[in-house]
């Protein structure tokens, strides 16, 4: 069970609506067509999350940081490895969300795409 991600949210947004709210989930998928109308790709964005803990300064509102573009075929790849890089620096022990892990650790978008790249 030490490798299982305990809490960690997905959305897919297809605007222009954001039914979602695909800015408060840990990884989000915000559909992208192209010109015929067909699905091109996702942007891609992490971090976010609207849990607040009383007591606990280390939980705080944040909405998610766009990190990118994906295509159709790079989608499910993408997600893994964000899953990865949370359950190999995420603190299983409590629970905490993707946007601490990143806060945390210092993690900011070029080391993000690193640590998704090297995998």
């Known amino acids: 069970m030490d490798s299982v991600v305990l809490q ?3 959305a897919v947004a297809v605007p222009p609506t954001n039914d979602v709210d695909v ?12 010109k015929n109308g ?3 790709g996702f942007n891609v ?6 849990g607040v803990t009383h007591g606990n300064k280390k939980t705080y509102p ?6 990118g573009f994906c295509t159709v075929g790079q989608g499910f790849d993408v997600a893994e490895k964000v ?5 190999d620096h995420g603190n299983r022990t409590e629970c905490v969300r993707f946007y601490i892990t990143l806060h945390d650790h210092a993690l900011t978008l070029p ?7 090297a995998r």
């Open 45 to 50: 964005c992490i971090g976010g999350g609207m």
């Open 111 to 117: 080391t993000i795409y690193t640590l998704l790249v």
């Open 23 to 34: 800015f408060a989930n840990d990884l989000g998928f915000i559909t992208v067509v192209d």
């Open 83 to 87: 899953m990865l890089v949370q359950r």
């Open 38 to 40: 067909e699905l091109a």
């Open 8 to 10: 960690f949210k997905i």
């Open 62 to 67: 944040r909405i998610s940081d766009v990190i």
